[in-house]
């Protein structure tokens, strides 16, 4: 069965793979014969600034922007930026968020302190994944962000076939190491 009518909201920083990670959801949901629409916002992401990506799939998708409330999954890189997209979450949806904190100039300066997450997503259904942990374990510390997709895939009805084969076509000469990150993701927990 192929999951119809979803949206996916992926956030993070600069540099850690999210706009790799909406391509490859958005190919494998093409090549199972979805409509799909992909909107990217990306500012400052060279220097670590926010990354967010809309990634909607369906029947027929009109357009690529999750309203407040409407997303079904939040892949989410790093916990605070996890908290800034909450809101999108439908009341049923899941956050996949990596276990890992990146601290903004006015946490390092003293000025903030990194808010506590589990206290803010408190009612919220979420999974903290130990993406880095896991994508070093498989000598892979870039491949944190092929870690969360595997976590993802295992939770949409997308043959695991077609999920790698994107990696593949996508992944270049790190395909091997990004494919082992992956299958890490994909069993984690189970």
Sequence with gaps: MIPLDKNILLAGVGGQGTILASKIIAG?????????K?????GMAQRGGAVVTY?????KVNSPLIAHREADFLLAFEKLEALRWLSYLKPE???LV???????LPVLTGKASYPDFRERAQGVNFNLIPAREIAKS?????????????FLAKRLTFPKE??????QKRSGKF?????ACFQAGFTYGA
């Design 28 to 36: 494998v949901a093409e090549k199972a014969g979805l409509d799909v």
């Design 38 to 42: 992909v909107a990217e916002v990306h």
């Design 55 to 59: 990634l909607r799939f369906g029947k």
């Design 93 to 95: 949806g899941l956050a």
């Design 98 to 104: 990596n276990d890992m904190e990146i601290y903004p």
């Design 138 to 150: 498989r000598n892979n510390p870039r491949g944190i962000n092929m870690v969360l997709l595997g």
């Design 162 to 167: 077609a999920w790698l084969q994107e990696i």
């Design 175 to 179: 395909s091997e190491a990004n494919i």
